[in-house]
């Protein structure tokens, strides 16, 4: 069975520029996560999907961040404009609905800007 | 705010001998705790968890103990092998149906052959 994908594995971009990440979680899962993880520090809940529903965003900076799971399948993790603190390593996770703790982690993007 | 803390930072230990990770935490809310394993350049892989209702769980060559009155929690490999070198990170949820995960800052370990 697939794992979680994503793509790009890495990114380098200029400030102020946008950027997207994408990611398609394991079959059948509905909860859908996207973390960021800095330098030395775990990774740091940013939204978590519920099917379509963003169920909890508080911790994304919506100036600039956005995310969409339209189809309840994949999902789209935008930064527009992009900052230098935004470099890190943007994780995307799945786990079946409210069954399981056990989230499943994608190989993430390094985002670097410069 | 740190809720979840590793405060070694790393850990190195010869083949075949005893590995122990630590972990402490300070909400008495949590009522989930995993481990994730994490190789360069690759995202987590879960490891083994353990609900706050019981005090061990065991699989393989990984145990967990969880010690709730102390919020603490710690991970051993028995026998560690050079492949289980990787950083570990402890994670929390944070109880109810949010599912959310807390997570520590992760202790890289060194098994040396």
């Known amino acids: 069975e697939a794992g979680v994908v994503q793509s790009p594995r890495y990114k380098i971009i200029e400030k102020k520029q946008p950027v997207a990440f994408w990611c398609n979680p394991i079959s059948g899962h509905n909860t859908l996560y996207w973390y960021r993880q800095n330098l030395g520090q775990g990774p740091e809940l940013l939204i978590r999907?519920?099917?379509?529903?963003?169920?909890?965003d508080s911790q994304l900076p919506k100036d600039r961040f956005s995310a969409e799971r339209l189809k309840g399948v994949d999902s789209t993790l935008k930064i527009q404009p992009a900052e230098l603190g935004d470099s890190a390593v943007y994780l995307c996770a799945s786990s079946f609905q409210g069954t399981s703790s056990t989230q499943y982690f994608g190989p993430g993007t390094r985002l670097t800007v410069l | 705010d740190q809720q979840v803390k590793q405060n070694s930072p790393s850990l190195s230990v010869q083949e075949g001998r005893i590995s122990i990770l630590n972990c402490d935490y300070t909400n008495s809310m949590f009522d989930y705790f995993l481990w994730y394993k994490k190789y360069p350049a690759e995202g987590p892989t879960f490891l083994i968890s353990?609900?706050?209702?019981?005090d061990k769980n065991e699989d393989g060559r990984f145990t967990v103990f969880l010690n709730k009155s102390a919020k603490h929690l710690s991970l051993h490999i028995v026998p560690s092998q050079p492949g289980d070198s990787a950083v570990y990170f402890c994670?929390?949820?944070?109880?109810?149906?949010?599912?959310?995960?807390?997570f520590g800052t992760g202790t890289l370990l060194a098994v040396q052959p």
């Open positions: 999907y519920e099917n379509e529903e963003a169920v909890d």
């Open positions: 353990i609900s706050s209702i019981k």
């Open positions: 994670a929390a949820r944070d109880g109810g149906a949010t599912n959310k995960l807390i």
